[in-house]
DNA sequence: CTTTTGACCTGACAGC
DNA sequence: TGCTGTCAGGTCAAAA
């Protein structure tokens, strides 16, 4: 579910109900995560103080002092804080208590998710090591992505999608952002002109800040840090729009597959 | 190196 | 009311 506006919603609305807070204990209740929770997760993380909520990427650091929790919603997770949580429902997997009552509980039905530890972050982590830069960084331009793409022939869709061009983007994103910038998907890679890549910058960015604006998306279950919805679905120029009108031309919005996921374009916006 | 495919897991929905 | 098949926001690992 969530790409990078869902996962910055989530840290911007936990952050400050956790940071200064202590952790005073944890609840795991189901370890089979993509990865297990690590055993020893209780016992690392009690008594410790929350520094900060950095996001990098689709995954949420809470920081320890040199060590960090590592989080990641996968396609299915939540982060809510609460002040007096309601009884646990199925797929409540953690709970984490702090020094003035918050908890902040993670849901996740389809476990794709993970929440591991980070020694040191400043040692870095084989999840975070490889990398591409954030698509606000000012690394991620015309240039670089010219310079990434050249040795690319599959679609410019699954270059965008993949973490060690540029982190963050998904499926939706993805979608929303080639529409802004009138390439159709399936272009490959290294036949998008530099002009072209310049306007795919732009519009990554523009969808991303858009998304942020309304919350995210909400499709099927993803709620912010306080149970509220997001409403940037409502936004959507091509995402799950087949067959739909093109909100520019009034053509039909077409889907095809790439990389065993939807794709969605309008041929006339997107022309090849 | 790039690219493709399968895998992980649950729930919702369409069609029979 | 079942049952089966398909699809869903992610991304890793293996194989080509």
């Known amino acids: 579910m969530p790409e990078l506006p869902e996962v ?5 609305g936990i952050a400050p109900h956790v940071i200064g807070r202590r952790v005073e204990r944890i609840d795991v209740y189901d370890r089979r995560l993509r990865w297990p929770v690590p055993a020893d997760l209780e016992t690392r993380l009690r ?10 990427s689709k995954y949420l650091l809470f920081h320890v002092g040199e060590a960090a929790l590592l989080v990641h919603l996968g396609m299915t997770g939540t982060l809510r804080t609460w002040h007096d949580p309601p009884p646990r429902k199925p797929h409540d997997h953690v709970d984490i208590t702090f020094d003035d009552g918050t908890v902040l509980r993670y849901r996740d039905p389809r476990r794709f998710g993970a929440m591991l530890w980070v020694a040191s972050t ?16 000012a690394a991620f ?28 983007v998904g499926n939706i994103y993805a979608n929303e952002a080639l529409f802004r910038a009138g390439i159709r998907p399936s272009t ?65 919005i077409r889907q095809s597959r790439l990389g065993q996921r939807s ?7 997107q022309p090849r």
């Open 122 to 137: 400043a040692d870095g982590h084989p999840l975070l090591d490889a990398l591409g830069p954030e698509p606000f960084d």
């Open 47 to 56: 008594g410790l103080t929350i520094d900060r909520v950095d996001r990098r």
């Open 263 to 269: 794709s969605f374009y309008c041929a006339h916006c």
């Open 8 to 12: 910055e919603i989530t840290r911007r």
């Open 141 to 168: 331009d015309a240039d670089y992505l010219w310079r990434v793409t050249r040795r690319r022939h599959a679609a410019i869709k699954l270059a965008l999608m993949d973490n060690r061009v540029v982190t963050g």
């Open 188 to 252: 490959p890679a290294n036949r998008v002109s530099k002009a072209r890549l310049a306007r795919l910058v732009v519009a990554v960015r523009a969808v991303l800040e858009a998304a942020i604006a309304k919350g995210g998306s909400t499709l099927r279950d993803f709620v912010g840090s306080d149970g509220a919805a997001g409403y940037f679905q409502l936004e959507y120029f091509v995402y799950a729009r087949a067959g739909a009108a093109c909100r520019v031309c009034k053509r039909p």
